[in-house]
């Protein structure tokens, strides 16, 4: 029996117990010329019901037949994004197919007009718009495009910068299209668009600017079936304040008092109404200042409570203990700071044989004070127009791609560039800028005379 008849079947059977239904409700008054009713009439019904029974039995058996033999689908494993290869995203048939994909993409309908913000999410091979009341708010099984248009000073052209934002819990599949869609959002802009890379936990402080400084790591992501956070649904979230002078991140934690750590400040989100700030004994000031300020933005219907350890038993205290329990230590401060504090920016040359060979070193910097360049500067005429260069900044990564190198060269560049980000612990996470001759960023020239 095929598909179609046996769909044809089960129609004809289902007109038949419509019509037996009827006839027995109204105790077979109702003169029906149907071979139901006719079968009905005779006092047949529960034959017919047994012959019914027996080939809905038979098509069930027919289907679980067909799913059984039907080839499977399995889904792929969630490679973690740290597997991927940004090389491919810049081969001649990949521009060939973002170059005839990128008018066609919805997403960049309106970009490129006029200055302002987009942040999209990649959702299964898609770029879909993320809610402009949720900017800032990143999941961290997702990966995300940024957007940034703006002008400089009072001249009338645009300049734009696109990042990818990866979650630390971003598969390989949304990284690779976030890279890919990255740079055709680029190609879309006639290639004026500087490209960035960030990484959850390690944003540069200029892409922080975007949001206030305040980021917030939700957990989950689209794969997870999470979506946008609801906005008159209201469920308890824990959050670790992670500030630097000029930065500021938030990191969704679980809900339990192990969570707690006593070098860092905390904030309890349970409502507008209902919002607690904990400070550890050791926690900064820059955090605690950060903390506060971010509980009061939170707390739109009422004020925030704050408890500091040591101090945090009292009656204001009991709400925060009733939702993360009282099982279990608060751990200790953690010891030392996971960033590097100083560093020897470092310029390479990238070949293509993919030789990665160094170049010069710059003065050495320390955070937060980046004017230290000032003391020994890269010499401007190392950058040779025919040749990609890396520049290692200390905390940030740049791929400066000279107007006349080759193909092989601009392969190798981003190649190399991938590897030697994943070389060390230190570079792993590093934001990435890839910056084309002719359109280098302030920050980077900072490097040179």
Known sequence: MNRKASARLSGVLSAFEDTIKKNEETGGATASMSLAGRFARKGASQDLR????????????????????????TKPERTPWKSSNLALINSD?????????ADLEPAWGGIGIDV??????????KVVPWPKEQHGQFHK??????????????AAALYFDVYIWIGSESSQDEYGTAAYKMVECDDYLGGRAVQHREVQGYESEKFQSYFDYELTYLEGGVDTGFTHVEKKTWRANLYKIKGTEKGLSMAQ???????????????????PATVFV???????????????????????????VTLEQGDDSGADAEGFWTILGTEGEIGPAEEGDELVQEFTPALFRITGDRQVLHVADAAKVHRGAASAVALHKLDRKLLDDDDVFLLDA????????????????????????????????????????????????????????
């Not at 302002?116 to 091979?125: D, K, M, P, S, Y």
């Not at 679980?254 to 409502?271: C, Q, R, Y």
């Open 50 to 73: 047994q012959s019914i029974a027996k080939n809905r039995e038979y098509a069930a058996k027919k289907k679980e037949l067909e799913e059984a033999n039907r080839p499977k689908i």
């Open 394 to 449: 200390g905390w940030e990564v740049y791929l400066w791609v000279g107007n006349g190198s080759d193909k092989d060269e601009k392969i190798a560049g981003l190649t190399k560039a991938d590897e030697y980000l994943q070389g060390t612990p230190r570079t792993a996470n590093l934001p990435l800028t890839i910056i084309k001759s002719g359109w280098e960023t302030p920050d980077f020239l900072e490097f040179f005379d």
């Open 278 to 304: 904990w400070h550890g004994i050791k926690a900064n000031p820059d955090e605690r200042s950060k903390a506060n300020i971010v509980s009061e933005k939170m707390c739109t219907q009422g004020t925030s």
């Open 141 to 154: 099984g997702d990966s995300y495009i940024v957007l940034y248009t703006y002008r400089r000073g009072m």
């Open 253 to 271: 934690m679980e809900l339990a008092k192990t969570s707690l750590n006593s070098g860092d400040s905390f904030i309890l989100f349970v409502n």
């Open 93 to 101: 048939l990949a521009h060939k197919i973002r170059e005839a994909a």
């Open 116 to 125: 302002g913000l987009h942040v999209w999410r990649i959702e299964q091979f």
